[in-house]
């Protein structure tokens, strides 16, 4: 069974920083690209980044360019995000998923979310 | 970039309720790779649709998905009680992801 742990989150002040861990396990972690996903409270997904099996590509939302980083250690099965300059509408539960083979746009298998927040 | 869904639909048991996703771009292609995922209330969203039309190995018979009218659209065929939630869909821009506003499906 394929499954995706998430952690790292946590209360932050704005101008702080995070990094967020992506464990994963039942899978070939190298042959799956990946993506974090983030859902504010009370509102829809919002897709963040993604990344390729190698890690050599790497794919941003605007509103997070220049402010997040995604990477990965194939060696740990691990995605990361580093999120610096926290503003208050990056609260959110940020969630990990699994791309289809090197598709990180079809998106299977997700984990259970981490709590970002954001607050003074 | 914006993708439109229905805010809400109201479907009763047994029945069939299409829902559909609209890119503002202009009509949606098998090249926009359409996903469908279900969310329900403290859960994680769970994927049902990838590719316009395939089915992942636990997704229930009943749901199905194409292109209708220039959207992509989740067709939910016999629906079940269980199947009140909110779906969301996610249309690829070659490179960037946008998932649509979601629809929240009341089974009633």
């Known amino acids: 069974e394929v499954q995706l742990l998430e952690s790292g989150g946590g209360l932050v002040q704005p101008g702080g920083s995070l990094r967020l861990s992506c464990a994963a396990s039942g899978l070939t972690f190298s042959s799956h690209a990946m993506s974090w996903v983030r859902q504010a409270p009370t509102k829809g997904l919002e897709w963040v980044s993604a990344?390729?099996?190698?890690?050599?590509?790497?794919y941003y939302a605007d509103s997070v360019k220049g402010r997040f980083t995604i990477s990965r250690d194939n060696s740990r099965n691990t995605l990361y995000l580093q999120v610096d300059g926290l503003r208050a509408d990056d609260t959110a539960v940020y969630y990990c998923a699994s791309g289809i083979l090197k598709y990180y746009y079809v998106m299977d298998v997700w984990g259970q979310g981490t709590t970002v927040t954001v607050s003074s | 970039t914006v993708v439109t869904q229905e805010p809400s639909l109201t479907v009763s048991p047994g029945g069939t309720v299409t829902l559909t996703c609209a890119s503002s771009?202009?009509?949606?292609?098998?090249?926009?790779?359409p996903n469908w995922f279900q969310q329900k209330p403290g859960q994680a969203p769970r994927a049902l649709i990838y590719?316009?039309?395939n089915k992942h190995s636990w997704t229930p018979a009943r749901f199905s998905g194409s292109l209708l009218g220039g959207k992509a659209a989740l067709t939910l065929s016999g629906v079940q009680p269980e199947d009140e939630a909110e779906y969301y869909c996610?249309?690829?821009?070659?490179?960037?992801?946008?998932f649509g506003g979601g629809t929240k499906l009341t089974v009633l």
């Open positions: 990344i390729s099996t190698g890690g050599d590509r790497t």
């Open positions: 590719n316009t039309s």
């Open positions: 771009t202009g009509a949606v292609t098998s090249g926009y790779y």
């Open positions: 996610l249309l690829y821009y070659g490179g960037a992801v946008v």
